[in-house]
């Protein structure tokens, strides 16, 4: 690779892609991003609870987008080498996975840990007495202490992690931790009604987790834990299986027209009804994470067919933000203090949604250039040593 398609690669089309799956990818992360973007500036803007601030307040739903996305791109690679090879090489799986993920969070994770043990020290240096700061001096203190929990991907489990956004990485490690396992001695072993039966449990599952966790008090461990939270995974291993033997034929289409409508439309309506509620409640926590795997799973299905959703999802300008998903993920928790610098003081001057929307634009500017450079810098080599080692993938199928 030379050094301009080094550089450029992020915008670069390959085969072994899906485009439509790059468009589910840099929404998600766009979504992410706006959202935490949000919970910093609502509290400086006022106003009561509108459609466009539910929207923006249930943006946390790119979350569950990428966990769909995991289970439908991790279990299918999985399928479809057991369908070639007729068996799993587990040990090429986890070389593979650890050369995408951990060197980018560790790095990541490092910076971190040192920047907030810079910002304590100086604060501790001066003689604080506000009550609010020192708080948040000794939570800083005990996040910093353990910051073992962040090294072990332990925070769906544990509190006082020091990444507060490492609960969906760790629920995401510990997926890939079981998955292999699970195929190789129950999943890939039985037919598919089996595998569905299986799926049904385990939303079953997840969904009294949830109700166990989120009542009487609204408790945030109904959304943050991996017992609570694995089915928005199941719903994308899910998809794949109607993906690979349920593909959207011709004659499918003539034959179920109707019901390919109604069943599109009615995906629509949930999702957009999943945004106009707040997540942070009891039925909320419990409910929301099926209707957005039902919701998101049925526009994944109908994304790789040809129609409106297959255009908007494959747009290439899509494509360089989802290259850069990961790395975004982990580093817009930086990006938003450095853009904040600007967007606090327009937003002060004119307190309202549409100025927010207008200054998202700019952070998720500084968003992309900070993580461009981070992916340059640390994820591509390793990346480029993961296909050297273990070879590039095939396109799922």
């Not at 089309?13 to 899906?18: A, L, P």
């Not at 009561?48 to 996305?69: H, K, M, N």
């Not at 969906?168 to 999943?187: D, G, Q, T």
Request: aromatic fraction near 18%.
């Amino acid at each position: 690779m030379n050094l301009k398609n080094y550089f450029l690669s992020i915008f670069q089309k390959k085969e072994n892609e899906y485009e439509n799956l790059n468009g589910i990818r840099a929404l998600s992360i766009l979504f992410v991003v706006v959202f935490h973007g949000w919970v910093t500036a609502k509290t400086i803007i006022p106003g009561e609870p509108d459609p466009l601030r539910l929207f923006l307040g249930s943006l946390s739903s790119g979350v569950d987008f990428f966990f769909l996305l995991s289970g439908f791109l991790i279990y299918g690679g999985l399928f479809r080498e057991n369908e070639k090879k007729g068996r799993i090489e587990i040990k090429k799986f986890f070389v593979r996975r650890s050369l995408r993920i951990f060197p980018a969070f560790y790095f990541a994770l490092a910076v971190l840990y040192y920047s907030k043990a810079q910002q304590l020290h100086k604060l501790e240096s001066l003689n604080i007495t506000n009550p609010e700061i020192l708080s948040l001096m000794a939570d800083a203190k005990i996040r910093l202490q353990n910051v073992w929990v962040d090294v072990f991907y332990l925070s769906d489990f544990l509190p006082h992690a020091l990444y507060n956004g490492g609960w969906s990485l760790s629920i995401e490690e510990h997926f890939y931790l079981i998955l292999p396992f699970l195929c190789s001695v129950f999943l890939f072993r039985v037919d598919l009604k089996t595998r569905f039966i299986f799926y049904f449990l385990g939303f079953l599952a997840a969904f009294l987790v949830r109700m166990k966790l989120a009542f009487p008090d609204a408790s945030l461990d109904a959304a943050y834990h991996f017992h609570a939270r694995f089915d928005s995974i199941l719903a994308g291993m899910i998809v794949y299986e109607c993906f690979h033997h349920f593909p959207l034929t011709e004659e499918r289409i003539r034959k179920y027209r109707n019901l390919l409508q109604l069943l599109l439309s009615l995906a629509l309506i949930v999702t957009i009804g999943a945004h106009q509620v707040d997540p942070g409640g009891a039925w909320a926590l419990v409910i929301r994470p099926i209707i957005l795997s039902f919701g998101f799973g049925v526009l994944m299905y109908f994304s790789f067919y040809p129609g409106f959703l297959n255009r908007i999802f494959s747009a290439a300008v899509f494509r360089p933000f989802a290259r850069l998903g990961y790395t975004a993920y982990l580093w817009h928790i930086f990006a938003i203090p450095v853009a904040s610098k600007k967007i606090l003081p327009w937003i002060q001057t004119s307190p309202n949604v549409w100025v927010f929307l207008g200054c998202s634009v700019y952070l998720v500017l500084v968003t992309f250039l900070i993580s461009w450079f981070f992916f340059l810098l640390i994820e591509q080599p390793f990346l480029i040593l993961k296909d050297k080692l273990t070879g590039v993938q095939n396109k799922i199928s």
